[in-house]
């Protein structure tokens, strides 16, 4: 079964969408859209909700991006468990997945706050584990400049280890709650974890109990070699990001033959790139409104996108002239960074031209069409091993959204690749994947056996 993602972006998923006339209007920490669109998902049976996530402030360095309120900048949003702890109460099924970052956060912390929200949610609790993406980040937290790659990976690759070590500290039966007895715990029902590493000492145990779905489900998005070894080893699922079906194929088959060596299947981790969808009643229709926001462009936006995306400013050079030289590797730069550049330099393409490829979907593949196109391509890239699903990104909300669920998703589910109904309450069993055994306590062992 294919697995599928929205990202709720209230602006939505184009630079410009918000502005698109069918777009909600004021939509800046608007709670009740975000309620909103986790309904419309769960209508249609959605696996989950992603969001993204940093801690800054961006782009104020490039005046018409930082006015322009575009979707990739963050301010305005909500801190994102709490956000998703707030619709975990109006939703009985979707899964509720966030981001946090293992650069500037503290294991015990995103240990505990994933733990309750799958307690909260009833198991339905995802953590994106990023190293962070985003240079100023850094400054926010006690550094004086951007952390590299190899530092970020040496933490995050401790960080994971102690997240999980936590979330096994009970065992599932270690809260007896026996009014009769006077018995609240089990004391020889839990594990002190004792972690002394290079970057962290962590007593433990959690002072959460076991979760819903034994522990929430982890994701990664990382595309450097360490990020894909590191999610080969510890991703329930990998976040993919592309241009093309041939690349998702290449990274497919990549992430899945790297598991074996710490003892996986392939089965166990689930890639699912990202993809923007434009879809219409018709083909005109979805054309239509992939120009409306094409024209809503500006060449100073368009140039500033880029400019921050490639980290240079390129505000100097002609808008129809080839994109200067640019760093191959700099501290702290992205995947989408690297994408671009490649596609300027494979394709020649001018700073115009690139920057017309990478706004409408921030340089991940645009799916558009009528709903039989759209779920072609879609089952052409499922059964092709591009991916084992797909994290959708929606141009204008709430039409976007409300048109994939009413369009696209029935097409899929009459081909008999998308759920008609929710199957189990868990994340976890949308996603196909197995629960984790404790290794602290395997299921009817006591402390003694263990
Ligand atoms: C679909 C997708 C979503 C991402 N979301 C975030 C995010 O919310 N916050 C963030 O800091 N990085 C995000 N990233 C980037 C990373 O996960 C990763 O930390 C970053 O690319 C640096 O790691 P790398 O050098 O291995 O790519 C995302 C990447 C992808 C492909």
């Known amino acids: 079964m294919m697995n599928l993602f929205t990202i709720p972006n209230m602006v939505g998923g184009h630079l410009v969408g918000w502005r698109h006339p069918d777009a909600w209007p004021e939509p800046v920490m608007n709670l009740a859209y975000n309620i909103e669109t986790a309904r419309i998902a769960e209508r249609g049976k959605l696996d989950g909700l992603f969001l993204a ?24 949003v909500f801190d994102p468990v709490v956000l998703l702890t707030a619709l975990a109460g109006v939703t009985s099924r979707i899964g509720l997945v966030s981001t946090a970052t293992t650069t500037f956060d503290q294991p015990y912390f995103v240990a505990r706050r994933f733990a309750s929200l799958d307690h909260v949610s009833g198991g339905r609790a995802g953590w994106n584990m990023v190293t962070n993406s985003f240079a100023g980040d850094a400054l ?106 041939e690349q998702f194929q ?38 239509e409104l992939y120009e409306e926001l094409a024209a809503l462009i500006t060449p100073a936006l368009g140039v500033h996108y880029l400019s921050k995306i490639v980290t240079r400013d390129l505000s100097g050079y002609p808008v129809d002239g080839p994109l200067p030289e640019v760093a191959a590797e700099v501290i702290g730069g992205s995947s989408t960074r690297t994408l ?13 031209q690139l920057y017309e490829r990478m706004v409408p979907a921030f340089g991940s593949p645009v799916i558009k069409g009528d709903p039989v196109q759209v779920a072609d391509i ?7 091993q591009a991916c084992d699903g797909f994290m959708v990104s929606i141009p204008v909300m709430p039409r976007g ?30 996603m196909g994947l197995a629960r984790p055994r404790n290794r602290f306590f395997p299921t009817g062992a006591s402390l003694a056996a263990d």
Do not use: C
């Open 53 to 76: 996530d940093g801690n800054a402030v961006r782009d104020m360095d490039k005046p018409a991006l930082f006015a322009a309120n575009y979707p990739s900048s963050r301010p305005g």
């Open 250 to 287: 290449r990274d497919y088959a990549d992430i899945k033959g790297r598991m074996a060596k710490y003892g996986r299947a392939p089965e166990e981790l689930r890639f699912i790139p990202g993809v923007s969808v434009f879809v219409g009643r018709t083909a005109a229709e979805a054309d």
């Open 340 to 352: 671009a550049i490649e596609m300027a330099r494979q394709e020649n393409l001018t700073i115009r």
């Open 401 to 430: 959204l409300t048109d994939f669920v009413d369009l696209v998703v029935p097409e899929l589910q009459r081909r008999g690749l998308f759920r008609r109904d929710y199957q189990g309450t868990t994340l976890r069993e949308h």
């Open 378 to 384: 879609m089952e052409d890239w499922y059964r092709g």
């Open 140 to 245: 926010n937290f006690n550094h004086a400049e951007p952390v590299g790659r190899e530092d970020r990976y040496a933490r995050a690759e401790e960080f994971v280890g102690v997240v999980k070590g936590l979330w096994d500290s009970w065992a599932e039966d270690a809260f007896v709650q026996d009014k009769a007895s006077g018995r609240f715990l089990d004391p020889a029902r839990v594990h002190v974890l004792n972690h002394q590493g290079a970057h962290f000492r962590v007593q433990g145990p959690l002072n959460v109990p076991r979760t819903p779905q034994g522990r929430p489900v982890v994701f990664m998005a990382g595309q450097s070699e360490p990020g894909k070894e590191l999610a080969a080893r510890e991703a329930d699922a990998m976040f993919g990001a592309g241009s093309t079906r």
